[in-house]
């Protein structure tokens, strides 16, 4: 009974520390001289001047970094990542650590170098010219990529979740910067420019389809307000909480419908809406976000 009772002990504590060693870890240490609110899981955490906090298991966190200032940092972590995030005077996020440079580059650069390109793709759609819009995006496509250094943006069974949630976080980033710009054009080029990225970016997530970032909700929400001009049928899904869009969320799973009323809800708590607590109401007692 004694052997038994320190063996399972040893158990347990080993156990603890291997899952310790093994849960990865993002550190802010806050030096700007002021502090600043951390915003993960809907938990704020006030971090002052000259502390450090630590989260793990974390996949998204916001900083309130001043009043106008707001950096939102998406997590591409392994389980034995570390990652620092030093927040400097003058409002400067500076990172260290693991995957520093990755991460640096998808908070502070690749929305420059995706959205700058809608111009670009607006030109394009003025021409109708479809070829000179596959050959432009999927050369910015293979830049970004290069600088992840991903070999391609297709998920495969080998790939570790981390690489499966970037491969997917940075192609509905650079879809939605080209389906955003098709809403405005005649019919047949936004016919053939939305089943060719269909076809050949998202038509395999569609069984397994989840809306885990905003712009993956809008680039399915787009898709289903042009259905008709697809050449596959969309699966439909119940109605969560019937609204005047029925006609596009019956389209979008439960959540991406969550996506639907939290995007409501932002805007019209941002601008003060009269009916903004209908959706928040909706958050809670049909999401159970609180």
Same mark, same amino acid.
């Given at each position: 009974?004694?052997?038994?009772?320190?063996?399972?002990?040893?158990?347990?504590?080993?156990?603890?520390?291997?899952?310790?060693?093994?849960?990865?870890?993002?550190?802010?240490?806050?030096?700007?001289?002021?502090?600043?609110?951390? @915003?993960? #899981? $809907?938990?704020?955490?006030? +971090?002052?001047?000259? /502390? *450090?906090?630590?989260?793990? !298991?974390?996949?998204?966190?916001?900083?309130?970094?001043?009043?106008?200032?707001?950096?939102?940092?998406?997590?591409?972590?392994?389980?034995?990542?570390?990652?620092?995030? @030093?927040? #400097? $005077?003058?409002?400067?996020? +500076?990172?260290?650590? /693991? *995957?520093?440079?990755?991460? !640096?580059?998808?908070?502070?650069?690749?929305?420059?170098?995706?959205?700058?390109?809608?111009?670009?793709?607006?030109?394009?759609?003025?021409?109708?010219?479809?070829?000179?819009?596959?050959?432009?995006?999927?050369?910015?496509?293979?830049?970004?990529? *290069?600088?992840?250094?991903?070999p391609n943006i297709v998920i495969s069974p080998e790939d570790k979740v981390s690489t499966r949630k970037l491969k997917n976080y940075i192609k509905y980033n650079w879809l939605y910067t080209i389906f955003s710009t098709l809403n405005r054009r005649e019919t047949s080029f936004k016919k053939e420019?939305?089943?060719?990225?269909?076809?050949?970016?998202?038509?395999?997530?569609?069984?397994?389809?989840?809306?885990?970032?905003?712009?993956?909700?809008?680039?399915?929400?787009?898709?289903?307000?042009?259905?008709?001009?697809?050449?596959?049928?969309?699966?439909?899904?119940?109605?969560?909480?019937?609204?005047?869009?029925?006609?596009?969320?019956?389209?979008?799973?439960?959540?991406?419908?969550?996506?639907?009323?939290?995007?409501?809800?932002?805007?019209?708590?941002?601008?003060?809406?009269?009916?903004?607590?209908?959706?928040?109401?909706?958050?809670?007692?049909?999401?159970?976000?609180?």
């Open positions: 009974m004694k052997y038994s009772f320190i063996h399972k002990r040893m158990f347990f504590i080993l156990l603890f520390l291997f899952s310790a060693i093994r849960a990865q870890t993002l550190t802010i240490t806050n030096n700007t001289g002021h502090p600043v609110i951390v @915003t993960n #899981d $809907k938990k704020e955490v006030t +971090i002052n001047n000259r /502390d *450090k906090k630590e989260f793990t !298991e974390t996949d998204r966190i916001e900083i309130k970094l001043s009043d106008n200032l707001v950096s939102y940092i998406n997590l591409f972590l392994d389980p034995t990542d570390k990652l620092k995030i @030093t927040l #400097d $005077k003058n409002d400067e996020v +500076i990172y260290s650590g /693991d *995957k520093a440079a990755l991460h !640096e580059y998808l908070t502070e650069t690749l929305n420059v170098d995706t959205f700058s390109k809608i111009n670009t793709y607006e030109q394009i759609g003025q021409k109708k010219n479809i070829g000179e819009l596959k050959n432009v995006s999927e050369l910015l496509l293979l830049d970004v990529l *290069k600088k992840v250094q991903l420019a939305i089943n060719y990225y269909f076809k050949k970016y998202i038509e395999t997530d569609i069984p397994k389809l989840s809306c885990t970032k905003s712009l993956h909700y809008s680039v399915i929400e787009i898709l289903a307000k042009n259905k008709s001009l697809l050449l596959v049928e969309l699966p439909t899904y119940p109605i969560v909480e019937h609204t005047d869009d029925d006609n596009v969320n019956q389209y979008l799973p439960q959540n991406c419908q969550k996506e639907y009323f939290q995007q409501k809800y932002d805007y019209l708590n941002h601008i003060e809406g009269h009916n903004k607590e209908y959706y928040k109401k909706v958050l809670i007692e049909k999401f159970n976000e609180k």
